[in-house]
């Protein structure tokens, strides 16, 4: 049976020139996967930086008592955008970025399997996007009260009611996340059905490259969980505008039932987001370290498991709201159990990285900080799941550190690495090593400044979301040190974006394999063609690669 | 001079110490020293576990690294996995998972559970954006912002709360004495602290309510039991009657301040606002944003918006002399 048997070195096609109307509208109108995965990365990324400047500018106001940099109004919206941004533009669209260009040429696929819906999902989530933004100027309503939404990104009931939120932010809020859910919705179908009927011939579930099961696994979770959130906000609206009172207790409504129907999408949600870091990691240590993911069938298990606990686990956000001690009980119970599987995956990749020879360039220097730094933020999640625990902690800048390590610490540094990975692949060009190095180090110290210091605030009872505090609390220090942090991610970040321009401008030429690695991404030129394969791949193996650059010892012999 | 001895007459009562640090692990009542004390054993298990495992993946990358000698195509040993170690670990991991259930459970029910003892006080304490409407319905008392309750080592004076809202979810967080519970629209929740020591006791509102949140501060007042109930029965009379304000009192009645706020035995008796009958009682204003003195008192009245910008009370723009008159006259209110 022959396997890939297309040389790796092929003739690159002719470099064509394109007027500049011509390339705007092949960007425009394309339904490529690789294009509509890279516009994903890119507008993830710009919103990234908006919203980071906005966590800065919130730093600053909180680096010494009293401050002054901005007022409360001003300090309560930028936390809610931000919230927002980061879950909804940044997040999201980067499970969908990844997923989109690099499920199907895993898997050996020409697109997705329905690549106009693909790009249907683009432009509605940047639409849904553009909705949020335009709330700075349309959010005052025809009252002109207010301006962009500051109910906080989980908008609990009944702020969000007509009575304490005038104007129309709510409402920009409300319908800026439903359009682009339905974004995220569309791309979720897209790579459950690509994934189950557009695999090459011979790549068998079993042998479908890890990237692709935890991205399944993914995509299966949005399409539970994001409807709850749909749902939820269409009722928002109905209250809002039609005097529902779902929500509303001015009119018999219930503030729990919104926070219950928030969290069911919610706390899948931040799996949904951890997900593509999980995804890049179970490829790029391998790679780095090489050797086969230790213990497949066990991190396939994982994650599933994983995408099936945390649909029960949601209450452990509402420890404070007066339930019962046995729902109590139940959710702190699912909580911590959520944690073993997840535990499997932290030990799988050390287990990888065992025995190994390890190449610390910049993918796996994000890799490695990625095991560090979400072990803490998995211990502390562990402690945020013992209830009266919780009760302290809760709302407190404990948790704001616990989930900006999950997210920041984990998720950013997991996507730096794949960044950093498929760069030579995407555009062709190798980016700075160098430079590569000094955004590590840089952001990883700046990151690990700012949010170290934030835990012990926490104990010290600061709460989350107050725009400024009196002296004397015991809170000065730790919130100095976490505003120098920002300071050096910022100086971080100007290392990753003058890497990204000046690659893309004059990087070297990139190989079409330069990590030497083993899925089927690697076996086409770099960037790939539209069409990605000249002729469809036949796997035997869940390295492929492996497989044809050592004949005599293939994968297959062993799976 | 005069001054000086005139303040330490007033001073009836030795100051309590302010506990201004509300470190949860400085404990000062029974719900607090048992979520402390499962938060110290969890910390311990998990930092153990951050040692083990953290070691293992820094040893794994000291030891493995890639040395400048190794050869370039020589791949290392491919091992697969192993089902015996997935198994280790596994069980392991869930052992200790259920360990850590059970403690939960225990801890949770014990607080949760909890039943009043003989001598305790109920009170209920009702979120207001951006304050807390503080009510003993055993001794008909309404105040604001500052919450006195009896202290005792014994923990025979515990305070029982029913929580309420009357606008949006706020939350009673004071470090010290308790975890935090939220205070609900439509809904009683209910909380249990029993100071072990005398001493003002700081917190905020842990649960985002709007523009103020951050200026929602909690002082929990823990006074020894006689201490609590001389000021219980002094909470109990109506305001002070002093001829000598006697413009101020007009003014205030007179003007919209009636609206929103009550002092007994006049006629304002509006409830959208803290209650000011013993408002002098109080040290803090604006439900902590800034301590009660006259200077402060006089601009707070002028404008709220200067010390609170987004406080729910406007400026009423009082001429000089209505703002002397009035404030003249709160001063009375001890």
């Given at each position: 049976m022959a396997t890939l048997d297309a040389p790796l070195e092929r003739p690159r096609e002719a470099p064509r020139e394109f007027s500049f109307s011509e390339s705007v509208y092949r960007w425009v109108a394309t339904v490529d996967h690789k294009r509509l995965g890279l516009m994903y990365i890119a507008t993830a990324l710009v919103f990234f930086l908006i919203s980071g400047a906005m966590a800065g500018v919130m730093r600053l106001q909180l680096m010494f008592p009293n401050g002054r940099v901005v007022g409360p109004d001003t300090f309560n919206r930028l936390f809610t955008m931000h919230g927002t941004t980061m879950v909804f533009m940044v997040g999201m669209p980067m499970v969908a970025g990844f997923a989109n260009y690099l499920v199907p040429l895993m898997i050996g696929a020409r697109d997705m399997a329905f690549p106009r819906l693909n790009a249907w999902g683009f432009w509605i989530f940047l639409f849904g996007g553009f909705l949020l933004y335009y709330s700075y100027i349309g959010g005052g309503g025809l009252s002109g009260d207010g301006s962009a939404?500051?109910?906080?990104?989980?908008?609990?009931?009944p702020l969000t009611s007509r009575a304490f939120s005038r104007g129309a932010a709510t409402d920009y809020w409300a319908f800026g996340i439903l359009v682009s859910g339905f974004g995220s919705i569309a791309s979720a179908i897209n790579v459950i059905a690509t994934a189950f009927s557009m695999r090459c011939p011979g790549m068998t579930l079993s042998k479908m490259p890890m990237f692709v099961w935890v991205m399944l696994v993914d995509s299966w979770l949005i399409i539970v969980a994001l409807p709850a959130l749909s749902a939820a906000q269409i009722m928002l609206e109905l209250d809002r505008k039609l005097g529902a009172n779902f929500f509303d207790t001015q009119g018999g409504g219930s503030a729990v039932l919104w926070q219950h129907l928030f969290w069911i999408f919610g706390h899948p949600e931040v799996y949904i987001l951890i997900f593509p870091a999980f995804a890049i990691l179970s490829e790029v240590i391998p790679v780095f370290s090489r050797k086969p993911l230790f213990g497949r069938p066990a991190m396939v298990g994982a994650i599933v498991a994983i995408g099936f606990i945390s649909l029960g686990v949601w209450a452990h956000h509402m420890f404070?709201?007066?339930?019962s001690s046995w729902s109590n009980t139940f959710f702190a119970a699912s909580t911590m159990l959520v944690g073993v599987p997840t535990g499997i995956k932290i030990f799988n990749w050390t287990a990888t990285m065992y025995g190994g020879k390890l190449r610390m360039d910049a993918p796996m220097l994000f890799c490695i900080a990625f095991l560090l730094q979400f072990l803490c933020a998995g211990l502390t999640g562990i402690m945020l799941g013992v209830a009266p625990f919780d009760w302290q902690l809760h709302d407190s800048y404990f948790v704001v550190a616990h989930f900006h390590f999950t997210l920041l610490l984990g998720l950013v540094f997991g996507l730096f690495a794949g960044i950093y990975y498929w760069f030579p692949k995407a555009v062709g060009k190798m980016y700075n090593e160098t430079l590569a190095r000094w955004h590590f180090w840089v952001f990883t110290i700046g990151a690990n400044l700012t949010f170290i210091p934030l835990h012990f605030v926490g104990f010290l009872g600061m709460p989350r979301r107050i725009y400024t505090y009196a002296p004397g609390r015991g809170w000065e220090t730790w919130n100095f040190i976490a505003t120098i942090g920002v300071v050096v991610q910022a100086i971080g970040l100007i290392f990753f974006l003058w890497n990204v321009v000046q690659s893309l401008v004059k990087g070297d030429p990139a190989e079409d394999d330069p990590w030497d690695?083993?899925?089927?991404?690697?076996?086409?030129?770099?960037?790939?063609?539209?069409?990605?394969?000249e002729k469809l791949p036949v796997v035997r193996s869940s390295r492929p690669l492996w497989d044809l650059k050592h004949p005599h010892d293939p994968d297959w012999k062993y799976e | 001079m005069v001054a000086l001895s005139l303040a330490m007459l007033l001073q009836a009562t030795p100051a309590l110490p302010e506990h201004r640090i509300a470190d949860i692990f400085k404990p000062m009542a029974s719900p607090a020293a048992a979520e402390k004390d499962i938060a110290l054993l969890t910390i311990a298990i998990t930092a153990i576990i951050f040692v083990v495992v953290g070691g293992l993946i820094v040893f794994t990358i000291a030891r493995f690294r890639r040395r400048p000698d190794d050869g370039d195509r020589v791949e290392p040993p491919q091992i697969y996995g192993s089902n015996q170690i997935e198994v280790a670990w596994t069980v392991i991991p869930i052992l200790i998972v259920f360990v850590l259930i059970g403690i939960s459970a225990r801890v949770i029910a014990a607080v949760e559970n909890a039943s009043p003892p003989k001598h305790a006080l109920h009170l209920t304490l009702i979120g207001h954006q951006w304050w807390w409407e503080v009510v003993y319905p055993d001794y008909r008392i309404t105040t604001a912002d500052e919450i006195h309750v009896p202290a005792s080592a014994d923990g025979q004076y515990a305070t029982y709360l029913t929580l309420q809202s009357m606008d949006v979810i706020h939350s009673f967080w004071v470090p010290q004495l308790g975890g935090k519970v939220d205070l609900i629209p439509n809904r009683n929740n209910y909380m249990w602290i029993d100071p072990r020591e005398p001493g003002i006791y700081l917190g905020n509102c842990a649960e985002y309510c709007g523009t103020q949140h951050a200026n929602m501060l909690l002082r929990v007042v823990a006074q020894t039991p006689d201490d609590f109930h001389a000021w219980a029965a002094q909470q109990q009379q109506a305001a002070n009657e002093d001829t000598a304000v006697q413009e101020g009192k007009v003014a205030f009645e007179a003007l919209s301040c009636v609206n929103c706020h009550t002092i007994r035995g006049t006629s304002a008796n509006g409830k959208f606002g803290p209650d000011l009958t013993h408002l002098m009682s109080r040290t803090e204003i604006g439900a902590g944003?800034?301590?009660?003195?006259n200077e402060n008192l006089r601009a707070w009245v002028a404008d709220p918006q200067v010390a609170k910008p987004g406080c729910l009370m406007p400026s009423l723009k009082l001429t000089d002399k209505e703002l002397d008159e009035v404030v003249a006259y709160l001063e009375t209110l001890k």
């Open positions: 939404p500051d109910v906080g990104w989980f908008a609990y009931a404070a709201v007066g339930m690695a083993w899925t089927l991404e690697w076996s086409t030129t770099s960037p790939p063609p539209e069409y990605n394969f | 944003v800034e301590p009660n003195t």
